[in-house]
């Protein structure tokens, strides 16, 4: 699989107990560990949380993923105010399984905790997502392999609990957290659709039937996130001066410049290697949602 502009290259979680969800998600989930170390300056610097310098880090990869998508734990204190899915900002990463019913009972009464468990898809073989929050209030959800998907395509699912295939954003307006990834970013602009969120309406104590607003992020027929309308009483994330957002905290994109980011960059561009960056260029901005976005830069369409 090739590095493309608006590919999802990583999600990032800010973990308190680090050795914990580690164990998490190499045991349960069955993902690798690829690099482990500390947050170097340069990092620390660009993401604009230099409380984070020194802190322990591991890089984690789905077998067989070709090194194209990871998952990155960053140790940090808990936020003791922190509700998932009640803030703006990254919310949750989808991710393709191969049998959404299996992974189910596997996350029976483990520290990844199912809130909405899978159902048969109404007209279809298939299932619904799992939606579940691992220990550090990360919300994750398992959908089940689908090349395409309201006109979009996926990657194909190798692993039994894959890459991440799409970042939901939580935004306060909608209109101009799109507007920001298409005219800031370069992404393009994908189709609105309405639907019952479980997890939404059951954080926020809403009836089931009711529906939230979405607009996909694409380049091509690739997705990259899903920007949702928040409902009232959603709140800005608290975060500890100087550190990371808790849960999910970061999405990192592959772009094809950094010179073409229409947006201010937190620090300037840095090198950086390891099998994420590969001794490209990175940097980070934030989004009209208050997201935080790393970039980096891959060059032309394909690598």
Known sequence: MFDTHGRIKCGTISVPDFQGSLGDWTGLLG?????????PIELANGWGALKTL?????????????????????EQPAVLAYLPMRTYGWVGYE????????????????????????????????W??????????????FNGAN?????????????????ITVA????????????????ALGFSEGGTFRLPYPVINAAFGLPPETESEATVISVGRMPVCEIDQFPPGTTQRKQLLGYLPPGNAMVSLAVRSLNAIRAPLIAPPEAMGGPLYAGRRTACTRGAAG?????????????
């Open 31 to 39: 993902y690798e560990c690829v690099e482990t170390g500390k947050v």
């Open 54 to 74: 020194g802190a322990r880090t591991a890089l984690l990869a789905p077998p067989g993923g070709g090194g194209t998508g990871f998952v990155r734990l960053v």
């Open 95 to 126: 991710l393709s399984v191969r049998d959404v019913p299996s992974l189910n009972d596997r996350l029976h009464g483990s520290p990844i905790r199912v809130l909405t468990p899978p159902e048969r898809a109404p007209g279809s073989a298939g």
């Open 128 to 141: 619904t997502p799992i939606e579940a929050t691992g220990r550090a209030g990360e919300v994750l959800f």
């Open 147 to 163: 090349d395409t998907l309201r006109d979009l395509e996926f990657p194909r699912t190798v692993a039994d609990v894959d890459r």
């Open 168 to 183: 939901m954003l939580a935004a306060a307006d909608r209109a101009a957290a799109v507007r920001f990834h298409v005219d």
């Open 291 to 303: 997201e935080l976005i790393e970039l980096i830069e891959v060059g032309g369409d394909t690598l």
